[in-house]
């Protein structure tokens, strides 16, 4: 099996950028990563694309051509659709087809066009995430999704709102030195906790904000990078995929998210590590809630522990386990078919030393990223380490 | 649209003669199923719904979709059966008297802005 290195990394500014096509969006960030790379043009054999909703946004259907055709590349191109852990997914996959030998370079991302929607409609769209059949037509919406899950967990483990609006506090003060983050604002607590209701006991400080952009990672072979002196010092040593019962009404748990438990245990079984190893991670806190479970999942923290995380100081910038430094899906935005792989450039650049906040965690050498789709029922993990 | 299946399921709801799909493991699901979804046998037999189940969790929507424009407020809430679990919306009792345990029934209605047919829990003890 072929080890498998991050060449190179590529992000647009994520915002409010309804304006710009999803085309052009994908663009900067592919040739942004191909620039940091240094691959030759003919020399890429993949395209591993994440998008979820642009048949809703932009009419647009197969998109692997048109964004092969915007990275400047001639190669087979394909899309991957998991929700939010679409780009997730499209990474994994490109790991899988470099260890298995079928290429040695590939380009991984996703990119993803809401604003342009309007908040009713991206509120719709999300939904499609759910089971149509059975949450959809109940009236759960994304947010509404997360705040079962909220209510279920405060009942089981406690924990409160206050607890939630940490976490809020936390990834707004991360993501302000961070360029390509949606914003830059610190927040209080009161801001947090006075914010309007959105779905009972979520508030509006909880949740992701609507965001347009893309991300885009070159991964080589262990072997290309040797031949072609390439500085590519970030390694994935370990990728694992769970999944859950689509609708929350047919799952076992409604506050613990076991598809992140069985992506997290082979992705560390796959690395050789245990949870006690990492240093840094990337979690997908679309809601504040998420977050907790998240952490709880990936065994980071025992179940009801997590809550209380951000609060403690342990996940924070100074803490023993930064979370989120990229400021998370809260603050740097979460442009669903992009998030997946916008975690890994996030980890790979905080590994590297060359993210803004990179000194938080200046001898980090094991990171994780995880990437949820829908309320957890498709979970993506995968473990970066530096190599010395 | 017709969704075959689910329709008839719902229209049962409403009948008041709702039922669940077992397995013979004890598992319950819902319709269009062929095979069980927790443990994958076949055979399936229709099984009468509990007449009341308890809400396990809830929240009052602020932001709705555009399919609930002409509803907001109004609670889901994910209600226990015993062997299954159904979504729906909250109706016959204010919002706020909505708790962890609340006896419902299970019903349907008419969604306002869709015109679609909604699953509706109503208090047990009106």
């Known amino acids: 099996m072929k080890d498998v290195r991050i060449a190179g990394v590529g992000l647009t500014k994520f915002g409010n950028l309804p304006d710009r096509t999803g085309r052009d969006l994908f663009a900067e960030a592919a040739l942004a990563a191909r620039e940091d790379a240094g691959v030759s043009r003919?020399?890429?054999e993949r395209i591993y694309y994440g998008n979820f909703m642009g048949e809703l946004a932009e009419q647009q259907g197969h998109q692997g051509p048109v964004m092969a055709e915007a990275a400047g590349l001639e190669c087979p191109a394909t899309r991957f659709e998991q929700a939010c852990a679409s780009a997730g997914v499209a990474f994994r996959q490109a790991v899988q087809t470099i260890r298995s030998g079928g290429a040695d370079v590939v380009l991984a991302g996703g990119m993803e066009r809401m604003n342009n929607l309007g908040?009713?409609?991206v509120t719709q769209s999300l939904a499609i995430a759910a089971d149509e059949l059975f949450e959809v037509r109940a009236g759960v919406t994304f947010p509404g999704a997360y705040a079962l899950m909220a209510r279920a967990y405060f009942n089981e483990f406690g924990g409160d709102t206050e607890d939630l609006a940490h976490i809020?506090?936390?990834n707004h003060a991360n993501a302000m030195p961070n360029e390509y983050a949606q914003f830059h604002r610190e927040i209080t607590l009161d801001d947090a906790?006075?914010?309007a209701v959105v779905a009972d006991p979520l508030r509006l400080y909880d949740a992701c904000p609507i965001t347009d952009g893309a991300s885009a990672i070159v991964l080589v072979s262990d072997d290309y990078a040797e031949e072609h002196g390439l500085d590519a010092p970030v390694t994935v040593t370990g990728t694992g995929q769970g999944g859950d019962k689509a609708a929350l009404q047919d799952r076992k748990y409604l506050a613990r998210t076991?598809?992140?438990?069985?992506?997290a245990d082979e992705a560390y079984a796959d690395a050789g590590i245990s949870p006690d190893d990492v240093d840094v991670a990337e979690v997908h806190d679309c809601f504040t809630i998420a977050e907790v479970l998240a952490l709880e999942s990936l065994g980071l923290y025992e179940h009801g522990e997590g809550i209380g995380a951000a609060a403690r100081?342990?996940?924070?910038?100074?803490?023993?386990?930064?979370v989120n430094l990229s400021g998370g899906l809260k603050a740097k935005g979460h442009p669903?078919?992009?998030?997946?792989t916008a975690q890994l450039v996030e980890m790979t650049k905080l590994l590297r030393g060359d993210h803004a906040n990179s000194d938080a965690v200046s001898d980090a050498q094991i990171g994780i990223t995880h990437n949820a789709g829908g309320t957890v029922s498709s979970a993506v993990v995968h473990v970066l380490e530096v190599m010395d | 649209m017709a969704n075959t299946g689910y329709d008839e399921w719902m229209a049962a709801i409403g009948d008041g003669e709702g039922y669940y799909l077992g397995c013979p493991d004890g598992h319950g699901s819902l319709p269009p199923r062929r095979t069980c979804p927790h443990c994958g046998a076949s055979e399936l037999t229709e099984e009468p719904l509990p007449e009341t189940g308890e809400v396990v969790t809830f929240t009052e929507v602020h932001v709705p979709a555009p399919n609930f424009a002409d509803e907001a407020p109004y609670v889901t809430a994910v209600v226990s059966f015993g062997a299954v679990k159904l979504t729906g919306v909250v109706r016959d009792m204010p919002n706020d008297e909505v708790e962890l345990g609340t006896e419902v029934t299970a019903d349907t209605d008419v969604n306002a802005t869709t015109g679609e047919q909604l699953l509706v829990f109503r208090p047990a003890d009106a």
């Open chain 1, 42 to 44: 003919d020399d890429y």
């Open chain 1, 119 to 121: 908040t009713a409609k």
């Open chain 1, 168 to 170: 809020a506090v936390k």
């Open chain 1, 193 to 195: 906790m006075e914010s």
């Open chain 1, 258 to 263: 076991p598809a992140a438990t069985k992506a």
């Open chain 1, 313 to 322: 100081g342990e996940t924070t910038r100074d803490g023993d386990l930064p």
């Open chain 1, 336 to 340: 669903v078919g992009a998030t997946g």
